[in-house]
């Protein structure tokens, strides 16, 4: 059922774009070229661990590296291994651009498994296709592990730093025989005659 939406969907937007590839042409502005800006995600680091993703962003523009709005973006994640999906589980969700010529996979769920993984972007308008690859990554997220491990290293120096103080203080009390701590000989200077010689 989900892939018969899917299909049915695509259909209609495709329909859409080529009306609006006629419009342009009618315009005299038919387009002889397309090309796609990755605009975000690429290189995305996804929690695997929360299953959050970053929703990857697209640009379509023509040969002059204008906005072509109405165009059918397809975003396709892998099927296998690291990825993740989009609503209701579906691997692919297809998007018509806005009047930017931007386009917005939004609702992704990376999946549990780490990883590196490549996401297809097709795009179609007046009869013309193009694609790229967006490469995003799965993992398990560090932050708030280091952040714990940052903290249980300053326990751990605290802790040690105190026992090293206890020992030290415990040192002292032994070289005094165990009673109170040994205070410093006073120095005495008489009056008289100082004499340097051989130390004794």
Do not use: C
């Amino acid at each position: 059922m989900i892939g018969r939406q899917i299909i049915v969907s695509t259909l209609v937007l495709t329909i859409f774009a080529q009306s609006n590839g006629l419009a342009h042409q009618q315009a005299g502005e038919a387009i002889k070229k397309l090309s796609i800006v990755i605009v975000e995600g690429e290189g995305a680091v996804n929690n695997a661990k929360q299953r959050v993703a970053r929703d990857p962003m697209v640009q379509v523009e023509d040969e002059n590296r204008k906005p072509v709005a109405g165009a059918v973006v397809v975003f396709l994640l892998p099927n296998q291994g690291a990825g993740a999906s989009f609503a209701n589980g579906a691997r692919s969700l297809t998007m018509l651009t806005d009047s930017k010529g931007q386009a917005v996979a939004r609702g992704m769920q990376a999946n549990k498994l780490s990883g590196q993984y490549q996401m297809r972007v097709t795009a179609s308008a007046n009869g013309q296709t193009t694609s790229v690859s967006i490469s995003m990554t799965n993992a398990v997220a560090a932050g708030a592990g280091g952040a714990a491990a940052g903290l249980g290293a300053v326990k751990w120096l605290l802790i040690v730093g105190a026992i090293g103080g206890a020992a030290a203080g415990a040192g002292i009390a032994l070289s005094n025989g165990g009673g109170s701590p040994a205070r410093p000989n006073p120095t005495v200077i008489a009056p008289g005659t100082p004499t340097v010689g051989a130390p004794r």
